[in-house]
């Protein structure tokens, strides 16, 4: 569809915005749950979406040069910043479903090991993984 609106004559800011509205919307969908357990290769698959979809928008540029030029972050920092800050909105909005799922802290912390939260123990690396256990951990550095 890219390819048809940029013969039609629709311009790059056009293009651009249609990306960030039907494709990257499709690729980003329910991302903070599985984004984690993906392997290298289907995650560098996923981003060569992204690199085939600018390419028609701007195919005179290299990737990484026709992300600046086009002001997008990399499909991976999408998802990352898009994951954290789902599990901020989860986390500061005690009415929200899955507010129950975030383990504050309660414990008394040394002012080394500031910690706001406890993350569950995990029996496998897999639930390490999965979105609040990962986020939880990952935060509290």
């Not at 954290?84 to 002012?111: C, D, G, V």
Request: proline content about 6%; charged content about 25%.
């Amino acid at each position: 569809m890219l390819r048809q609106l940029r013969k039609v004559g629709m311009d790059k800011n056009g293009l651009k915005t249609y990306y960030c509205t039907n494709i990257r919307s499709v690729l980003a969908y329910a991302s903070p749950v599985f984004y984690n357990f993906l392997s290298d290769t289907t995650k560098s698959k996923l981003e060569h979406v992204q690199d085939s979809a600018t390419k028609i928008i701007e195919p005179d540029l290299e990737y990484p040069d026709r992300l600046k030029f086009l002001e997008l972050p990399s499909l991976c920092d999408f998802i990352s910043c898009f994951s954290e800050s789902l599990f901020w909105k989860i986390a500061s909005y005690e009415m929200h479903p899955h507010f129950s799922r975030i383990i504050l802290n309660q414990a008394r912390t040394s002012s080394r090991q500031n910690k706001m939260y406890r993350p569950p123990k995990c029996r496998t690396a897999k639930r390490l993984k999965s979105f609040f256990p990962h986020y939880m951990s990952s935060l509290n550095k």
